[in-house]
């Protein structure tokens, strides 16, 4: 069964679903594009694209007929029309005031439902990863690990945090990487304590921390990871820290699985942190999901109070971040499997020192 058709098995009451956003696009379509529009029905679905893409849909698309997009709501109005549609659905999440709009004034006759329940459907669809999906994120990750491994040469007092995370970019394009998961964080020192500061032109000193995170992109999937590394010797209170995170990270890990909420899988590890007397210094969730988005469902974090379920991705990345001395934070993710999980990083992640 195509997504497309799984897509009405999880919707009720909704006649077509119009599919606007261009990852959610891509998610059922396999084609990657800035425009277009799917009218999915429950029984057949149609790309709307212009003659820009047309000849490209025609020969990628295959479960939905791919139709040249010339006048849109003409368009849709027939194809409303043709099966019988009165129900139409939209993407609450990324849709605009100004598109919804345009549609309500368009579809006048027909009832126009702008709750969460398309987007929704779309997000547990995405959530769990299929052999595919799965192969695409193993090999992004693969693409960073190859950059790890380089940059543990790189680095060096009077280096930059700037050439670390251009090198780490540079080896992970070198290697198939067709993007960056998202901008390169790599931070030294008194910085590593910002968790999503901005590499600058800080030079690394000895006795520091070197925090990086960062992911490649391979096939539209990404990746995403952090290490801490130490330049020479850490303090006793550094490694103290340091293993902290890593073993809260490792119980996270653990208690990973099928059924467990996203916030009590946060509570594993953010428990250790407060146990530990640190439980101010970690004040993030601990995990989101990973896929054709950096950050999508499902989460784990306080709030978030669904199970998690066999096939999701999820990070898990406690951090401690010391206001003007050092942060420490360790990033795998792992997917779900039918009792526990696989952890899908590699690396090292016992304290380093160069």
Known sequence: MDRLSRLFDSLSGIDCALITSDINRRYFTGMKSSAGIIAAFPEKAYLLIDFRYIEKARETVKDAEVIELKKLYPQLTELLKKHGARTIAVESETMTVHELS????????????????????????????????????????????KAFDSILDFIRPGVTERRVALEL????????????????????????????????????????????????????????????????????????????????????????????????????????????????????????????????????????????????????????????KFGVRIEDFVILTENGCRDLTNCEKNIITL
Not at 259 to 278: H, K, M, P
Not at 289 to 312: C, D, F, Q, R, T
């Open 169 to 324: 970019n540079r080896v992970m394009f070198e290697n198939g990487a067709e993007d960056l998961s998202f901008e390169t964080i790599a931070l030294s020192g008194a910085n590593t304590s910002m968790p999503h500061g901005v590499p600058s032109e800080k030079p690394i000193q000895r006795g520091e921390f070197v925090l990086m995170d960062y992911g490649a992109v391979w096939n539209g999937y990404h990746s995403d990871m952090t290490r801490t590394v130490c330049v020479g010797e850490p303090t006793d209170e550094m490694r103290k820290v340091y293993n902290i995170v890593l073993e809260a990270q490792l119980a996270g890990i653990n208690a990973a699985r099928p059924d467990i909420t996203g916030s009590e899988l946060d509570a594993v590890s953010r428990r250790y942190i407060e146990n530990a007397g640190y439980g101010e210094c970690f004040g993030h969730a601990l995990g989101h999901g990973v896929g054709l988005e950096i950050h999508e469902k499902p989460l784990a974090s306080p709030g978030y109070k669904n199970p998690l379920k066999k096939g999701e991705i999820i990070t898990v990345e406690p951090g401690i971040y010391i206001d003007g």
């Open 102 to 145: 345009g549609y309500t004034k368009a579809f006048k006759g027909f009832e126009i439902d702008s709750s969460d329940k398309l987007s929704s459907a779309i997000n547990g669809l995405r959530a769990i990863k299929d052999e595919g999906e799965l192969a695409d994120i193993i090999k992004a990750q693969s693409i960073a690990e």
